[in-house]
C-alpha cells in the first residue's frame, strides 16, 4: 500500500504568496498531524485532526490552517508565506490518538 | 510546554552497543516512542514503552522509568545502515507527541 503521500516534494516560494501542502493516506486511519522539523528544535506540532471534521491547534499554529473534509485528505496551507517557514513539513497519521504515528515523506519547503 | 532532552551525537564502532538516553518532564504520560530517521527521509517507528521495563526486538531495545522521566534506546551489533538520526517523542496527557530534538548516530567501519 502507498501508506501517506505528500506533495510536493519541494517547493522553494516567495515571500507573500500562498501555497498548499497535500497530504493523503489510504490506511483509513482517523488522526492526522502535521509537524514541521527544524535543525535543532526537533518535531513540533503546527494542527491536528482526531477524526474527519475536526481539526486543532498545536504547539506551532500561527500562519498555518488546516481542513479535513474527508478521512484521507489533510491539506495544510500557508495564506502568506514568510521565510521563518522554511522548513520540512511531515504529515502523520495513526488509526487514533492512541495508536503509533506513522509519517509521510515529507516537503521540504523554502520560503525566500 | 514539554521538556526532552537527548544528547545531540553519538559515535560508535560497527559491531559495538550504543545507548541513547532521554528524560522528559511533560504535562501527563501516556507512552513514550523511538523513532528512526535517515538523512532525507521520513521518521520511522522503532519502539514503545508505556509501562516501565525493557521492551526488546531484534537489535533494539527501549528501556522506561516513568519515576525518573528516563528512557533509553539500545542499540546492539551496530551495523553501517544503523547511521541515522533517533527521535525520543513523549505522548502527553492530551496525547500528543512532543519530540526531542534527536540523537545522531554515526557508525564508523
Known amino acids: 500500500t502507498a501508506g501517506i503521500t505528500q506533495a510536493p516534494t519541494s517547493q522553494i516560494l516567495a515571500a507573500g504568496r500562498s501555497m498548499t501542502l497535500r497530504c493523503t493516506q489510504d490506511?483509513?486511519?482517523?488522526?492526522m498531524y502535521w509537524y514541521r522539523q527544524d535543525l535543532g528544535l526537533g518535531l513540533r506540532l503546527i494542527h491536528y485532526?482526531?477524526?474527519?471534521?475536526?481539526?486543532g491547534k498545536g504547539e506551532v499554529p500561527d500562519g498555518y490552517s488546516v481542513s479535513r473534509a474527508n478521512t484521507d485528505d489533510f491539506p495544510l496551507t500557508l495564506a502568506s508565506a514568510v521565510p521563518s517557514q522554511t522548513s520540512v513539513y511531515f504529515c502523520?497519521?495513526?488509526?487514533?490518538?492512541?495508536?503509533?504515528?506513522?509519517f509521510g515523506p515529507g516537503t521540504r519547503l523554502t520560503v525566500l | 510546554g514539554q521538556n526532552i532532552d537527548q544528547p545531540t551525537e553519538m559515535t560508535a564502532t560497527e559491531g559495538a552497543i550504543v545507548q541513547i538516553n532521554c528524560t522528559y518532564q511533560?504535562?501527563?504520560?501516556?507512552?513514550l516512542f523511538w523513532y528512526q530517521q535517515h538523512a532525507g527521509e521520513a521518521p520511522t517507528f522503532l519502539s514503545y514503552?508505556?509501562?516501565?521495563g525493557l521492551e526488546e526486538k531484534g537489535r533494539f531495545s527501549s528501556f522506561l522509568s516513568r519515576s525518573k522521566g528516563y528512557s533509553y534506546l539500545l542499540l546492539k551489533e551496530l551495523q553501517m545502515k544503523d547511521s541515522a538520526s533517533y527521535l525520543c517523542?513523549?505522548?502527553?496527557?492530551?496525547?500528543?507527541?512532543?519530540f526531542g530534538a534527536g540523537t545522531t548516530v554515526t557508525v564508523r567501519a
Open positions: 511533560t504535562s501527563g504520560f501516556n507512552g
Open positions: 502523520a497519521s495513526s488509526d487514533s490518538t492512541s495508536d503509533t504515528q506513522y
Open positions: 485532526s482526531n477524526t474527519a471534521g475536526t481539526t
Open positions: 514503552n508505556v509501562l516501565d
Open positions: 490506511m483509513r486511519h482517523n488522526a
Open positions: 517523542a513523549v505522548r502527553d496527557g492530551d496525547y500528543k507527541l512532543s
